[in-house]
């Protein structure tokens, strides 16, 4: 059997006393769409957070495409294929389309910095790489036309879609979002579910998605992990995890509800 592409092992949060995420273990095979779900204050971002490296974090192991990744910062973890979105848009408003989403080609633009200055033959040859780059990933997400528009002009979704280009426009082995259909139509949430499918069968992508919206989650994820007050109650295929009592008990507080 291959190894996991994401092999978390007790992965441990502590804010001084509070312990927000409680040894929680994911194994996520290469091409499988996860879904991480539970009621709020569950830990799921916090989860996410210490996966990314953004908070620091204990755990027995951290492996990513057969690398160890337990003590390395943030962007070294990126630069390793692991790329993320926030619950919260965090975009650059006055950027343009263009400039917010070449932030996520920071690890992958290999200019020779005095050929640049000098104008020599291929001195910028990276940056128009990471351009066309862009162009590339913009058409696939169907918004090719905000190219040069400043964010603060776009939709709340099309915002959201820069956000993703951004995280996906350097290739990465693992997407994970969190929560990419707050504050989206349903209409705009079923192309959300079409876009994931296709980054998975098209792109070869595996995706960790937290999100709210269940029906979104239930009917896209291959399998389903659930926490509850920093644990993990419940994993399965999304039949099994919508109807396990304590997962109906996390978030209706009776499940005979």
Not at 28 to 38: N, Q, T
Not at 59 to 79: C, E, I, K, N, S
Not at 160 to 188: N, Q
């Amino acid at each position: 059997m291959n190894a996991p592409l994401l092999d978390a092992r007790d992965v441990t949060v502590r804010f001084g006393g509070l312990i927000a995420v409680d040894a929680v273990s994911l194994a996520i095979p290469e091409r499988e769409i996860r879904g991480l779900i539970g009621p709020n204050g569950a830990g799921k971002t916090t989860f996410f957070n210490a996966i990314s490296g953004l908070v620091p974090h204990g755990g027995a192991a951290l492996r990513f495409d057969g690398r160890d990744m337990l003590h390395l910062p943030a962007h070294r973890r990126a630069a390793a294929g692991m790329r993320r979105t926030f619950q919260s848009v965090q975009l650059v408003p006055q950027f343009t389309v263009l400039e917010n989403v070449l932030v996520g080609m920071h690890t992958g633009i290999a200019d020779n910095p005095a050929a640049s200055v000098l104008g020599l033959p291929g001195g910028n040859r990276g940056e128009l790489g990471a351009q066309r780059a862009v162009i590339e990933v913009l058409e696939f997400l169907g918004i090719g036309e905000t190219l040069l528009q400043r964010v603060n002009q776009l939709t709340f979704a099309q915002q959201r879609y820069v956000e993703i280009a951004r995280a996906i426009v350097g290739r990465p082995k693992l997407l994970m979002l969190d929560e990419p259909a707050a504050g989206l139509s349903p209409g705009d949430v079923k192309m959300l579910d079409a876009l994931l499918r296709r980054l998975r069968d098209e792109w070869g992508m595996t995706i960790l998605l937290v999100e709210h919206v269940l029906s979104l989650v239930l009917e896209i994820s291959d399998r389903v992990t659930v926490l509850d007050n920093g644990r993990m109650i419940a994993e399965g295929s999304p039949a099994e995890v919508a109807d396990d009592p304590a997962v109906k008990t996390a978030y209706l507080g009776n499940e005979n509800v």
